[in-house]
């Protein structure tokens, strides 16, 4: 099943992210308020969507893992832990870029930007976790554990900015009466989000064939090792 989907999610996310970028940093108008600084929202607002969706798939794996027991959901939530950190340090590295020239600053503690920094954390600490345990299965229970702890951080961060009243913006797309942002702009936007999404999917495919392939590996070199084991004490 890898096989069949991994190139339709690699091929569309490398059409989506090309016209996505081309429609974004080329053929959209620049804002009338913030100009051609805003161009940075084609990657910064995808990149803050998959941090939270990335880890609300890491926190179902999570779940799937305690509940069931299924080897496989640990092999998903490592395969998607560094993709979802990768997305979340890439949203704060453009949000920085883009709150020097709008707010006059790289960084405030505000609260949809602190959240955020939590969840890179979070996603630090479950990759550390995880690998903190010569037992393997210890080291997946308990990164789960964390993980859905974590995930307590995700209604915060999506309701920050009308929970609190902090600098950043509140939404302009996820919005009961519609988005607030022109076609010319949501287009481009929508389409970088689509490009993300088929990208992770593509990356984490990747990444789970190369941690199923480890753990045979393993298996093999353990099973190697006591037919070995088994033959000298004859």
């Not at 702890?149 to 929970?163: E, T």
């Not at 797309?173 to 490009?195: E, F, K, N, Q, Y």
């Not at 984490?204 to 064939?209: G, S, Y």
């Amino acid at each position: 099943m890898s096989n069949l989907l991994l190139p339709w999610f690699a091929g569309g996310a490398a059409v989506c992210l090309a016209v996505g970028l081309y429609l974004g940093l080329v053929a959209s108008p620049p804002d009338y308020q913030q100009g051609d600084s805003v161009r940075i929202m084609y990657v910064h607002v995808p990149a803050a969507w998959m941090a939270m969706f990335v880890y609300a798939n890491l926190a179902i794996a999570a779940a799937a893992s305690l509940v069931w027991r299924h080897p496989l959901a640990d092999v998903a939530g490592r395969a998607m832990a560094p993709i979802g950190a990768a997305f979340t340090f890439l949203c704060l590295a453009t949000g920085s870029l883009w709150g020097k020239p709008m707010w006059g600053t790289w960084w405030v503690w505000d609260a949809r930007l602190t959240s955020v920094l939590i969840l890179f954390f979070v996603y630090i600490a479950y990759m550390a976790l995880n690998s903190a345990f010569d037992d393997d299965t210890r080291g997946a229970r308990s990164s789960a554990i964390l993980a859905l702890v974590g995930a307590i951080n995700l209604p915060i961060i999506k309701f920050s900015v009308d929970w609190w009243n902090t600098l950043h913006q509140p939404a302009s797309v996820s919005r009961l009466d519609g988005p607030s942002i022109h076609a010319s702009m949501l287009t481009p936007l929508l389409l970088m989000a689509v490009g993300f999404t088929l990208l992770f999917f593509a990356l984490a495919l990747v990444r789970m064939r190369a941690g199923l392939i480890e753990r045979r590996l393993a298996a093999l070199s353990y099973s190697r090792s006591a037919e070995a084991g088994v033959a000298s004490f004859r």
